[in-house]
Every structure is written in C-alpha cells, then in structure tokens.
C-alpha cells in the first residue's frame, strides 16, 4: 500500500500521492497543463484511453436502448434563470459568452462593443435545460414514451483549484438523459444505468466500486435521489466515479415535460440523467499505477501489446522489423477479450531501452523485445507489465511464437482479471466495518487531519450503520465531518438485514453509509 | 399511396430545392434548429450518420499514421492576437467568453460584474493557433517530427445565415494537425488527406468528388496551398466538402515551431491542417435524396435494414415479433461492406404502414414486411430504398428466407455502387467542357443568375483553361465571377496534357478550373 506512495522509481524522489499522480500523468504522456487556465490537452496516449472508454461504455449504453444525438455548447441564459428559481444550490460558476466578433479597439484585438449579444450565451456545464426544452416540444403522448438519449460532450465548469483529469474547467463526458410515463420507470432507468456504470467500472476499468446512494446533502441539485459509484483510489480517499439521478418530475414541472396518458390526462414525465468523465481516467491511474509509472487494464489499453525491435544498425535490422510487422498481423486476428488483439511496432528513432520504458511508463500491458535471435529461433520474450518486478528485478518470459500466441487471450484476460482482484482486495480490506462511535472513527482519521490536503498516511473507508438524519441535523454531522476532511460517499445498494445504532445519533441505524476523504 | 415528401427536389417544380433540402431534414427526423440561434439539435438517426462517417473515416485516418488527441475549447485571445499580425484575411466572427460566473443583478441573472476574465477566451473556430503552441513545445528536433495529430470537436463561427448541417455557428468536425521536417513533406501529406478524403467520399458516402487545388483567393488565410474536394449537389451547387491545407512555414513563424535539423541547425516545421464537418451530412443529403425522402448509402446508414412487423392484435403478433427479433439476430451474423449487417425490428407503438414511410423518409437501405404469412412461408418481403418506384408504383420483392440472407451482402453492395454510380453520371453529365469564352458562360448561367439565391434552374459546372491569374488581376475576375453568383472552385488534380486560351485573360491557359454556384 505504502509503495505507490514513493515515486523513487519514477523520479528519484521520494514524494507525496499528488505528485506521485502528476508524476504519471506526464511521464506517460497521458495529459498536460494547457494555456488556456484550467484545461488540459489530452495526449495521444490518454485521448485512446478516452476512446477505449467511449467504444466499451457507448455499447453498453445502446445495448440498453439508448441512441446518441448532440445538443447545442451554448444554453441561452434564460434557460438557466428558470432553473435558478427551481433548484436551490445551482451552481453559478459558468462560462458565458457575450460577444461574437473580435475587432481592434485602441490597438489591441478585443471584443467589438458594437457585437454584444442580447441574450449572453452560457457554455453547457451540463445540459438538463437544453434537453428538457426539447423533451417538452417531442413529447406529446404516451406513445412518445420513453424517451432515452445520451450524448457525448464537452462541458465547462469553472473550477478554481484544478488537476489534470479530476477537476478540469473543460471535460469530456457522456451525459444520458431520458423521460418516462412513471416514477417507477424512472427508478428502474436511473438504477439501470448505476448498475451499468458498475459494471462497466469493474469489467472494463478493473476498477472496483461501491454502487450506492448519495445522502440527501449529496445529491444533484433538483434531483429525487442522486445514486453513485465510489471506487478506492490507492492513497485511501473515494473517487465518485459515476452520478445516476432519478429528477422525479421536478425538471419536468420546471420545464413543462408533459404528456397525455392513457386515461386522457396531461401529465408530467419523470426524468433522469447519468454520467460518467474523463475523470475516470484519472480513476484508472490512481487504481492502477505503480512505482514504474501506470499500468493500463487490457481492455482500455489503446495497444495491449507493444514490440519494441532491438536494433543494432546493422543489415539484420530488417529482418527483425520484417518480423515485428508480421507479428502484430497474426496478433490482429487474435481474439482477446472479444475484440481482435491490439498490437503496435515501435519504429520511433529511439534506442531500445528507452522505448522500453517508454512503455513501462505507460502502461502497455504486454511489451515484447524482438532481436536477431528470437526471430531466427521463432520465440517471443516478453515482459508482463502488471507483474513487472520480483522485488528490484524486471522480469520476463521467452517461449514459442506459437505458444505464445495461442496464449495470448487468456494472458491478457488474466492481466484484466489480476488487475481487478488487486484492486478489490484493497478495496475489501480496507473499509472499516468495526468503528462504534464518531469518536473512534475521528481518532481513527485524525493522525492524518492535522496534516494538510495532500497528506500521504494511509486511512480506507468507515462503513457504519446511520439513522439516515435530514435537514439540519444532517448539516451539524456535515459541518462535524469536514473538520476531519470526511464526506458521506454512499448508502451502498448491498444493505444487511439488521442494523446497529446510528453512528452519529445513536438512534436505530435504517442502513449503513459510507464515511471517507474523497476527491 | 400517398407520397412522403410533397416537395420535388429537381428542376422546374414549384417548391424549391432549399425546401425540399429543409423538408427532408425534418421528416427524416436528421435535425432541428435549436432554442440557441444558429446551432442545431442533431437527432438519433442524423447522429447515428455522423458516427458512421466517424468510425469510417478515423479508421483511415488512423490508418495513414495519426493519432487522435484533445486540445480546449477555449483559445487565449492573445493567440489570436498573435495570428492576426501574420494573417490576412484573419476572420473576427468568433464567440467571445467574458466572464465566469453568473448572478442575480437587479433581480435578474446576469454576468457577474466581479467575475470578468482578465483575458477574454476565444471559443475554437478552428485549431491551428492552440495546437501550433503545443507543437512549439513537443518539437525539439527532427527525431521529433513528423508530428500527425488529430482530433474529433466542436467549432463554432459566428454566421449570419445560417441552415441546418450546411451552415451552423456550431459544428462538429475533426481538424488534422502536422508537423514535417521539410517542404516536400509537408506538400505529401496535404495531398494524402485530400486523397483520403476524395476515396472516403466516394467510397463511403457514394458521392463522387472533384478533387483538385483552390485558386490563391480561396485559400486558408495563411496556407501556401488549400486543396479541396468538390460534390455536385442535385441544384448543380457545388459543396466544398473537404480541404486541406499545406500551411507551409507560415503558421511555424507565427507560432515558433522550430527544430533542430540532422546538420545541427534550428528551423522552422512545414505544418498542414486538414478537415471535413457535419456539412458532409449535408452533401448526402442533397446527393442521395428523392422525392420521397433521404436515401443513405448503406455504409453510413445507421440501420441498413429496418424490418416493419405486421401486426394486427392478434394472437401471431408474438410468433411475427420473434420472427423479427431472430432474423436481426441472423443479419448481425451476415458481413456485409466489411462488417457486420445493421438491422432493426421497429417495435413502436405506431401503424405499420406509418412506420414504413418514416424509415423510406428516413432512408434506411432496405425495409423488410414481415408478415405472419412471410414468418409461416420462410420468406422475406423487402423494399429496396434505392429503387423504391417505378414510375408511381411502390416496389418489393419476395424471396426464400436463406435466399435473402444468401444475398445480403451483394444486395447492400450493389445499393451502395448504385448511389455512387447514380450521381457520378450526374456529375459527368454536368461538367460543361464546351464554353470558351466568359460571355458564353455568362449567356450560360445567366438565367438563373436574374433570379434569387434559391433559384432551381439547373445548371452545373464549367471546366476551362485558364492562365492562373494572381492578385488585382484574379480580385478583377472573382467580381466579374460574383455578378452571376460563380464562383472559382478548383483546378482538378488530373489535368490534360495541353491546355487552350484562358477563358478570363485569353493567355495561353497553364490548368483548367472548375466553375459553378456553391453552397
């Protein structure tokens, strides 16, 4: 656990969780800081991640009858004044753009005073307004239900304190919003979509979760409920991973989504909307990643295997390279993980070893060295990323072209699988289920509370039964735990039969929550 | 059998070529204007177009070495401060971000007053400046280069006018971006992306193309070179589908982009910019469409055969419905165009005779009945979309259910080839080679040129020698050109070997150039 905490490997530099996480970001050109305040440009080697995310979750999503379709960046103004005077807590922090042509004024290029728009134009932080307003022109019957769409996108949040794939002015998500005739339609939707998301997390993303919840204090601003997937990130705080929002009718009423039902009668529709970013990403490294750099789950590996030719400028070098081409050929028409093997020759002009690491560093889960002799011996010698060391030594494996290709799926299955069981095994041994009382578990988080927000001591979870308190109490218990830096996560989906008293009221506990730092 | 579009689309009829374009638009459920002036909502079936043209063409792209990435949406008005010192011709009309948060002032939400940007943001209309910055970053020597990059977005242009997919101050598009050693390299791969866009055209969309060079006064402000491709509409118009850009050193200087060469010294990258939009969903449109709705070449459409129940409330609706369900099952089994078969059992609540006539508006490739006769009989019922008439009879064909299947793939093949060979007919047919003098071009257009912009004479292009004119000279000609709405639309790639007079200047002509109306 401790491990990933130094970065010794990486930088010759014992460090801090947060740099350890820069540390990987750039070293494997995921993503860098950009010029303009707050966004990021996402590198070729994470913008396919994004891309393997997008091709794996975008099935799912139409597999369970949702079709994708794009909305407009801007969102009039207006639009949002009227959500203003329904949803208490909505968030003011946008983007908004008030005029639509540059012109030299004094010498300098500025915004041309006589092109000010009459209505300014906000950039979507999300886009309940804009769907809704067409939901409410598509909608007319029952008939026209459901309504189920998703789009993926571009949002702007204005965020003072960013970093890079966590919390981006600019990010890239898909946001699902559908429209039901029922409330339990609309249940079903929102769980349907939590459940997709978990599943989604842990199969593709190796990525264990606890699907759950959100307390009232938590949810999205209009919503019914607010449920979550929660995964453990390996410095112990939770990474909400995923939102699923059952909005009941209120968007509904806000923006006159109605239908007549069966009986005659105009009706509200109930809503949801669903989403998942580039945060994930972030997830993946903080999951995955060790001393050496990341390491990438096979199944979001935009190459899961990479040849690096061991070239001596001499005339075999040919034959070497000719080899290395045949080979990621018959690895193209291997079948892993249900989709053709993704493989990739490294012809940069770099030497060997630093190609090598290159791709340690970023995470390849498989990476093949092909000199001279194995070419003439017809074997493979390659090294497994996510088993990189036995202690300070890499280590790796030489076998038969043949065996090793036949192998190939259940190597890379196995790498997904070990992956995940890492992960889940941290996540299991580390959620505390014994603490009794607030105190306990104030002690039990204090050592770390005094130091500041990028403490490197190691505390998981606290999972404790809870009298799901409301209102102002639920604030007092807010306000107590974020002296501790603490945060209610979820109520997870999976409850016992039976509950102790309430962690903070001491009254019959109704469930049990989870309790932990987060980002 | 009433006919879904009252609107003909050709010459000579009452209604307009831009309402039938508008009509198809809306009855093909493709899009809607949107609450934000000038954007679009783009809907399931025009999205489901869009991310075939995507997987389509991000194969090729990919294919010929790049690599997808994502920069911000916000440009740094300073970048474009910098470029309009180098840039002629530099456009203004750009969306302007402010301020970055919003609140009540006098009662009413507002920009804050407090929260105004230090430096405005510029909302991307292209790329070049915030991807040249990172190049002048990432580039360091000539083991860097060449840098292929590319990447899917948003971009938005201030436009007056506007029409949905054509025209919008939105849209989506993917921008290449790259990087060369030198001159000769440079100029390769500009020609290469033309090239790939000229084969994804024609071979993809079924929409023959022109590809060719844009004269010195279309050109990309700052490029050495703008190539385009060129698709005829069925008004005769030319849409400018694609270009791509050989930007020389310009943009390097303006945005230091240097190198160190293998001599040692530090010079400037040769960089090219390329891209086609949802315009192309545009130019299907108008290609492909007929009088009773969209056609779509089956290797864009989103489902290449939609089956139609029979239903009748009656007890065989369940064996119909399974029937379908097991033959969509079947059909994504069939590999037809190099994948698998998209197929669709349309199960809404509506007629079915209603539903037929949205998937021929919507152009779905084949439309198969299915019947309880047809499941009992082992027979598929089927209309082709190409071939929907003859003369005002509705036509399908009935065949063995294995027969069918058998066929699948030759029969989307054949509809695909037939799209193509269609309008390339078209295309040959109206390139008038035949006018040798301006007077006799004018006498030619002149016609439709007293009438207004949405006049529907007919008239193609002209192809003519010409001397290649430059500055006051070719400004002179573009006027003269303008009086009867022509414009220069390129010299095609393949050229005779000799040429007759300039039909401008009557000089010894040097390439032929196409001439027409454009979109």
Redesign the interface.
Known sequence: MQRALSVSRMTGNSSTFPDWYQAIVREAELA?V???RG??????W???V??RIQQTLDRRIKETGH???????????S???KE?EHVEGFA????????????QVDG?????PDARLEE????RPTSET?IG??FSRWIKSH?DLPVL?NQW??V?R?EMRTRLFLRTS?F?WQEGHTAHATAEEGREETLKMLEVYREFSETVLAMPVVAGEKPENERFPGADKTYSIEAMMQDGKALQAGTSHDLGTHFAEAQNIRFQNSAGELVHCHTTSWGVSTRLIGGVIMTHGDDDGLRLPPAIAPRQVVIVPMLRDKPEDAEVLAAGEALVKVMGQVIALGEPVRALLDV???KSAEKRWNWVRRGAPVIIELGPRDVAGGTISFMRRDRLRDGDKVTSQSMSRADFLAGLPALLAEIQQGLYDEAKARLDANIRTDIASFDEMAAYFGAAAADDEDATAFRGWVRAPWARPTGEELEAIEQKLKALRLTLRNAPMDQPATFGPCLFTGRPGVEEILIGRAY
């Open positions: 860098e950009s010029p303009t966004a990021m440009i996402i590198r070729p994470g913008y396919g994004w891309e079709e994708n379709c794009y909305f407009p960046l801007f969102i009039p103004l639009f949002f004044a203003a003011k922090e946008m983007a908004v753009v008030t005029h639509h042509r540059l012109k300098k290029l500025a915004p041309d300014p134009l906000i950039v804009i307003d067409a008939r769409i996108a571009n702007v204005w600019e890239l940069k002009a770099q």
